[in-house]
């Protein structure tokens, strides 16, 4: 993206000051995100909406607004354009989205600090009492079924049915993995959980840090909508827990860190946050269903050329799935021990 549109999109901004230059991050696997400095000071975070994905990113904003008309404050600060609108609409059909860029906060990718891990469970559990007796009819659904594993499994199985044989027998393994590792599964979609207002993409890296480690907010609020806790929970886990990030290539480097765990249910522990039983004891699953979901996810962009997320090179959906299905096989082996943390 060049340098001359990226200051015509903000100069629609209600923004001040002169000499603007942008630095593009390349984590995140669907929109495309810049780093805004205004004369030298990293001053705003600057996002065009995947439209492939989110194919109605008002809605996205529709349910932020409600958020903070109930005065509740996530955090993130959205600039509104000349318009007067959180957003802008660029060329018709492009939505770009400004937000405040936190003075000196960082994110990890992955980390084995435990006081980080300790301030993640700080950070999630305050978001969830936020929002625990919020009246969630008036949300949007921004994705349908978007943590809903049995449609995500029926959509790996029908993509499953139109590969070749070579592809079937490069992922062979996985496959039968996959079909094994999802009845486990089932008890969740099968249990009346509560519904809550959920972040939906919990992950480390979108959970912002001061300087000196203290926990500050979630970013990332695209799909902030009704969900489980499961997904939060089993989210923020089991990118804390693994020392290593979902690209890794040598699976020997997915291990389960014990002590990150204990320190974040430390954290997990300090709100006021009503769980209830049911929730509390599918909390461990958690962290084995979510790096699963997004492991099928991924392996079924891969059989299917790679529409969905966007790839750096040819088999990343495919590295991402295998380390993705492996921390969850890891996750599963440690549920007796999550669920003692958890009770104790
Ligand atoms: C996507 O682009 P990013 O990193 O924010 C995805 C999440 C996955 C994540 C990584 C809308 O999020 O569900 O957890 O990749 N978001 C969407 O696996 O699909
Ligand atoms: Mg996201």
């Not at 997320?309 to 492996?326: G, M, S, T």
Request: charged share 25%; with cysteine; aromatic share 10%.
């Amino acid at each position: 993206m060049d340098k001359h549109l990226l200051n015509k999109i903000l100069s629609n901004f209600e923004i001040t000051g002169n000499l603007k230059t942008f630095k593009k991050i390349s984590s995140g696997y669907i929109n495309d995100t810049f780093k805004i400095y205004i004369d030298g000071y990293p001053r705003y975070i600057l996002q065009k909406i995947n439209s492939k994905v989110f194919l109605k990113p008002e809605d996205i904003f529709y349910n932020i607004d409600l958020i903070q008309k109930k005065s509740i404050n996530i955090g993130v600060t959205l600039v509104n354009s000349k318009s007067n609108l959180p957003y802008l609409i660029a060329n018709n059909s492009e939505y770009w989205r400004l937000m405040n860029y936190e003075y000196d906060s960082k994110t990890y990718n992955s980390t084995t600090d435990p006081k980080i891990a300790l301030e993640c469970g700080k950070v999630l559990s305050n978001f969830h009492s936020s929002f625990q007796n919020i009246d969630l009819t008036e949300f949007k659904c921004i994705l349908n079924d978007f943590h809903n594993l049995p449609v995500r499994i029926r959509q790996f199985n029908e993509v499953c049915k139109n590969i070749n044989e070579e592809t079937r027998g490069n992922c062979s393994d996985l496959i039968n993995t996959i079909n094994i590792i999802s009845k486990r599964f089932k008890i969740i979609y099968s249990s009346s959980l509560k519904l809550r207002l959920c972040h939906n993409d919990s992950k480390l890296n979108n959970i912002l840090f001061s300087k000196s480690k203290k926990g500050l907010y979630l970013i990332d609020i695209d799909t902030i909508m009704p969900g489980l806790i499961l997904y939060d929970f089993g989210d923020t886990v089991r990118t804390l827990v693994n020392p290593t990030s979902e690209e890794e290539r040598d699976l020997s480097k997915i291990k389960f860190n014990k002590e990150m765990f204990d320190s974040f249910i430390s954290g997990f522990k300090t709100a006021l946050l009503n769980i209830e039983e049911n929730e509390r004891n599918l909390l461990p699953l958690s962290v084995a269903l979510m790096p699963f979901m997004h492991g099928v996810r991924a392996l079924t962009d891969h059989l299917n050329g790679n529409k969905y997320f966007k790839v750096d090179y040819p088999d990343q959906n495919l590295i991402r799935a295998k380390n993705l299905i492996k921390f969850s096989q890891v996750a599963l082996s440690n549920e007796e021990y999550m669920k003692k943390i958890i009770n104790s």
